[in-house]
């Protein structure tokens, strides 16, 4: 049984950091595409960050990130503890969002061809 825990959020103030964890069993986590998408109140889910590597490239890990965050976020990988990490600085209020760690056997940029998901980790970015 596949499983992603995020963990992490809260709330924080315009300029502040937080990271966010996502925790992963039930999968070959080093073959595995390892992904960031947020959904931020009434608007569609989308593509935060991506991280592909381990096993299944031979150049190591390779990233794509969102414009809305180049600079400001970082996604990273532990192998060891199956967790990957989003980074967060210089937050904005336009980041407030629910945050879901996504995992699956190829890069993915829809929602809908997302193979397995978190429950999801609220972050709220305000003064």
């Known amino acids: 049984q596949v499983q992603l825990v995020e963990s992490g959020g809260g709330l924080v103030q315009p300029g502040g950091s937080l990271r966010l964890s996502c925790e992963a069993s039930?999968?070959?986590?080093?073959?595995?595409?390892l992904s960031w998408f947020r959904q931020p109140p009434g608007k569609q889910r989308e593509l935060v960050a991506r991280?592909?590597?381990?096993?299944?490239?031979?150049?190591?890990?390779?990233?794509y990130y969102a414009d809305s965050v180049k600079g400001r976020f970082t996604i990273s990988r532990d192998n060891a503890e199956n967790t990957v990490y989003l980074q967060m600085n210089s937050l904005k209020p336009e980041d407030t969002a629910v945050y879901y760690c996504?995992?699956?056997?190829?890069?993915?940029?829809?929602?809908?061809?997302?193979?397995?998901w978190g429950q999801g980790t609220q972050v709220t970015v305000s003064s």
């Open positions: 996504a995992a699956g056997p190829v890069p993915v940029a829809a929602p809908t061809r997302v193979h397995h």
């Open positions: 991280l592909t590597g381990g096993d299944s490239t031979s150049n190591g890990d390779s990233t």
């Open positions: 039930g999968i070959n986590f080093k073959s595995n595409v």
